[in-house]
């Protein structure tokens, strides 16, 4: 399984970015994915999470200025975000957990969820 993050960049504030995470040696229907971001140290909180028989997941800093989509054809899941602050600077990474899966804080690529990508750095100035 892999799961391979790809998009980041430097932005400035008020810009837009589209991470994608391209998932192979799983189906979308047995995993939910979810975008994480590391905040102090190395835990992780959820941004974003899609499932295609549960419900999805945000974290309170989304504020509706992010967007999660799937592209089944193309393995990929994507996370859309607009209107950035300095604040949204950080490592995103994908990861992969059970259906049903509420995604919670964790350590960054730790064994609680199933799969996780390498990560994707992300920087607002």
């Known amino acids: 399984v892999q799961l391979v993050e790809s998009g980041g960049g430097s932005v400035q504030s008020g810009g837009s970015l589209r991470l994608s995470c391209t998932v192979s040696g799983l189906r979308f229907g047995d995993n939910d994915i979810a975008w994480y971001r590391q905040t102090s140290g190395d835990e992780c909180a959820l941004v974003l999470s899609?499932?295609?028989?549960?419900?999805?997941y945000s974290g309170d800093f989304v504020k509706g200025r992010f967007t999660i989509s799937q592209d089944n054809a193309a393995n990929t899941v994507y996370l859309q975000m607009d209107n950035l602050t300095p604040d949204d600077t950080g490592v995103y990474y994908c990861a992969s957990d059970a259906v049903g899966s509420d995604f919670p804080r964790v350590r960054c690529r730790s064994g609680r969820l199933y799969y996780w990508g390498q990560g994707t750095q992300v920087t607002v100035s």
């Open positions: 899609i499932s295609d028989y549960g419900r999805s």
